[in-house]
């Protein structure tokens, strides 16, 4: 079992920046693929970001790409996520996850933190 729970949200304006933290308890956190997802309202949850368990890997949507960076803390049992200059789009919920293997999906996902970009 994992617990996550994030931090770190709130409101910004646009061109501002915010930094997420997702802590981490349970089972090792430092041998997880770990991600961060969003869900605007009336919107479906979308892949914002992930990072390999060691931090040598990364992936973004093009929807952030060049403005949010993901990063890890294993020593902390910490995830971030870096976001810089905010656009009101970005405004949604965001969630942390851990992506295990087997079953090959993100199986453990925080309460998420909301984070509201206004122009």
């Known amino acids: 079992q994992v617990r996550l729970v994030e931090s770190g949200g709130g409101l910004a304006q646009v061109g501002g920046s915010l930094r997420l933290s997702c802590a981490a308890s349970?089972?090792?956190?430092?041998?997880?693929?770990m991600g961060w997802f969003r869900q605007a309202p009336g919107k479906e949850r979308e892949f914002v970001a992930s990072i390999s368990w060691s931090g040598g890997s990364t992936v973004y949507t093009d929807l952030v790409k060049g403005r949010f960076t993901i990063s890890r803390d294993n020593a902390k049992n910490t995830l971030y996520l870096q976001m810089n200059s905010l656009k009101p789009e970005d405004t949604a919920v965001y969630y942390c996850a851990a992506y295990l293997s087997p079953p090959g999906r993100y199986d453990y996902w925080g309460q998420g933190t909301q984070v509201t970009v206004s122009s």
């Open positions: 349970g089972r090792s956190f430092s041998s997880y693929r």
